[in-house]
Protein backbone atom coordinates (compact mmCIF):
# COMPACT_ATOMS: atom_id res chain seq x y z
CA UNK A 1 0.00 0.00 0.00
CA UNK A 2 1.02 3.39 -0.27
CA UNK A 3 2.79 5.40 2.36
CA UNK A 4 0.99 7.33 4.09
CA UNK A 5 -2.55 7.33 2.37
CA UNK A 6 -5.68 7.41 4.10
CA UNK A 7 -9.08 6.99 3.31
CA UNK A 8 -12.55 5.61 4.88
CA UNK A 9 -15.77 5.19 3.24
CA UNK A 10 -19.10 7.13 3.74
CA UNK A 11 -22.39 6.08 4.21
CA UNK A 12 -24.59 5.41 0.92
CA UNK A 13 -27.35 3.60 -0.27
CA UNK A 14 -26.11 2.13 -3.09
CA UNK A 15 -22.88 2.85 -3.87
CA UNK A 16 -19.46 3.43 -2.89
CA UNK A 17 -19.27 6.62 -0.84
CA UNK A 18 -15.19 7.49 -0.48
CA UNK A 19 -13.28 10.15 1.34
CA UNK A 20 -10.04 10.33 0.55
CA UNK A 21 -6.43 11.85 2.49
CA UNK A 22 -3.55 13.34 2.06
CA UNK A 23 -1.39 16.34 2.82
CA UNK A 24 -1.21 17.66 -0.48
CA UNK A 25 -3.58 16.85 -3.91
CA UNK A 26 -1.02 14.34 -5.16
CA UNK A 27 -0.93 12.44 -2.00
CA UNK A 28 -5.03 12.45 -1.89
CA UNK A 29 -5.00 11.25 -5.40
CA UNK A 30 -2.72 8.60 -4.41
CA UNK A 31 -5.49 7.83 -1.40
CA UNK A 32 -8.39 7.71 -3.62
CA UNK A 33 -6.27 5.07 -6.30
CA UNK A 34 -5.92 2.62 -3.31
CA UNK A 35 -9.86 3.16 -1.95
CA UNK A 36 -11.30 2.73 -5.46
CA UNK A 37 -9.12 -0.68 -5.38
CA UNK A 38 -9.96 -1.55 -1.64
CA UNK A 39 -13.60 -1.63 -3.10
CA UNK A 40 -12.79 -4.17 -5.08
CA UNK A 41 -10.67 -6.56 -2.73
CA UNK A 42 -7.79 -6.82 -0.15
CA UNK A 43 -6.03 -4.54 -1.27
CA UNK A 44 -2.78 -5.31 0.71
CA UNK A 45 -2.86 -8.57 -0.60
CA UNK A 46 -2.11 -7.20 -3.89
CA UNK A 47 1.86 -7.17 -4.65
CA UNK A 48 3.30 -4.42 -6.55
CA UNK A 49 4.95 -7.16 -9.08
CA UNK A 50 4.96 -5.27 -11.83
CA UNK A 51 5.15 -1.13 -12.84
CA UNK A 52 3.39 0.55 -15.25
CA UNK A 53 2.90 4.84 -15.63
CA UNK A 54 -0.26 6.98 -16.17
CA UNK A 55 -0.66 10.35 -17.73
CA UNK A 56 -3.77 11.98 -17.90
CA UNK A 57 -5.07 15.58 -18.58
CA UNK A 58 -8.20 17.33 -17.43
CA UNK A 59 -9.51 21.16 -17.69
CA UNK A 60 -10.02 21.13 -13.67
CA UNK A 61 -8.39 19.31 -10.35
CA UNK A 62 -12.39 17.49 -10.67
CA UNK A 63 -11.74 16.50 -13.73
CA UNK A 64 -8.43 15.43 -13.59
CA UNK A 65 -9.55 13.13 -10.28
CA UNK A 66 -12.16 11.48 -12.62
CA UNK A 67 -9.62 10.84 -15.16
CA UNK A 68 -7.34 9.68 -13.04
CA UNK A 69 -9.17 7.18 -11.38
CA UNK A 70 -10.93 6.08 -15.11
CA UNK A 71 -7.91 5.49 -16.25
CA UNK A 72 -6.85 3.48 -13.39
CA UNK A 73 -10.21 1.32 -13.88
CA UNK A 74 -9.82 1.05 -17.53
CA UNK A 75 -5.84 -0.21 -17.23
CA UNK A 76 -7.55 -2.66 -14.83
CA UNK A 77 -10.48 -4.12 -16.45
CA UNK A 78 -8.06 -4.33 -20.11
CA UNK A 79 -5.03 -5.51 -18.20
CA UNK A 80 -6.51 -7.85 -15.86
CA UNK A 81 -4.80 -6.21 -13.07
CA UNK A 82 -5.13 -4.94 -9.64
CA UNK A 83 -3.40 -2.41 -8.55
CA UNK A 84 -1.84 -1.48 -5.03
CA UNK A 85 0.97 1.44 -4.89
CA UNK A 86 0.51 4.31 -6.52
CA UNK A 87 3.08 7.23 -6.79
CA UNK A 88 2.16 10.76 -8.08
CA UNK A 89 5.24 12.51 -9.51
CA UNK A 90 3.19 15.64 -10.83
CA UNK A 91 0.18 17.36 -11.08
CA UNK A 92 0.97 19.98 -13.67
CA UNK A 93 -1.15 23.27 -14.25
CA UNK A 94 -0.98 23.68 -18.15
CA UNK A 95 -2.22 26.09 -20.86
CA UNK A 96 -5.53 23.73 -21.07
CA UNK A 97 -5.54 22.79 -17.36
CA UNK A 98 -4.36 20.25 -15.39
CA UNK A 99 -1.58 17.30 -16.47
CA UNK A 100 -1.04 14.54 -13.85
CA UNK A 101 2.17 12.06 -14.24
CA UNK A 102 2.25 9.22 -12.14
CA UNK A 103 3.78 5.33 -12.01
CA UNK A 104 1.47 2.62 -10.49
CA UNK A 105 2.14 -0.59 -9.10
CA UNK A 106 0.57 -4.33 -8.87
CA UNK A 107 -0.41 -7.87 -9.96
CA UNK A 108 -2.24 -9.85 -12.31
CA UNK A 109 -5.93 -10.64 -10.92
CA UNK A 110 -5.39 -13.99 -9.38
CA UNK A 111 -8.87 -14.77 -7.72
CA UNK A 112 -7.26 -17.44 -5.60
CA UNK A 113 -5.41 -14.69 -3.96
CA UNK A 114 -7.52 -11.60 -4.24
CA UNK A 115 -10.88 -12.17 -3.01
CA UNK A 116 -13.70 -10.10 -4.84
CA UNK A 117 -15.58 -7.58 -3.19
CA UNK A 118 -17.38 -5.86 -5.17
CA UNK A 119 -16.88 -4.56 -9.19
CA UNK A 120 -16.88 -0.60 -9.97
CA UNK A 121 -18.53 -0.13 -12.56
CA UNK A 122 -17.44 3.66 -13.13
CA UNK A 123 -16.52 6.35 -11.80
CA UNK A 124 -19.07 9.35 -11.28
CA UNK A 125 -18.77 13.30 -10.50
CA UNK A 126 -21.90 13.28 -8.43
CA UNK A 127 -21.29 14.70 -5.29
CA UNK A 128 -17.09 14.88 -5.79
CA UNK A 129 -15.07 17.68 -3.49
CA UNK A 130 -12.07 18.64 -3.07
CA UNK A 131 -11.38 20.66 0.05
CA UNK A 132 -8.42 22.32 0.52
CA UNK A 133 -6.65 23.47 3.89
CA UNK A 134 -3.08 23.93 5.26
CA UNK A 135 -1.24 20.87 5.15
CA UNK A 136 -4.41 18.52 4.22
CA UNK A 137 -7.01 17.85 1.17
CA UNK A 138 -9.73 16.12 1.16
CA UNK A 139 -11.46 14.21 -1.71
CA UNK A 140 -14.79 12.72 -1.84
CA UNK A 141 -16.31 10.95 -4.40
CA UNK A 142 -18.68 8.21 -5.51
CA UNK A 143 -18.02 4.80 -7.50
CA UNK A 144 -21.16 3.24 -9.28
CA UNK A 145 -21.32 -0.31 -8.01
Known sequence: MTEG????????TADAYVAAYGK???EAFESAAVAMFDVM?????????VEDRVEVEAED??????????DLLVKSDINEM???????????????????????WGEKFNPEKHPQKVGVKAVTYHRMEILKEPNK???R???DI
Not at 5 to 12: A, K, N, P, R
Not at 62 to 67: C, K, N, T, V
Not at 82 to 104: H, N
Open 41 to 49: TEVEKVEAK
Open 141 to 143: FIL
Open 137 to 139: VTL
Open 5 to 12: TSYEFLEH
Open 82 to 104: LYSKFKIFSIDKTSDGFRLQAKI
Open 24 to 26: DLA
Open 61 to 70: EYALLYSWLE
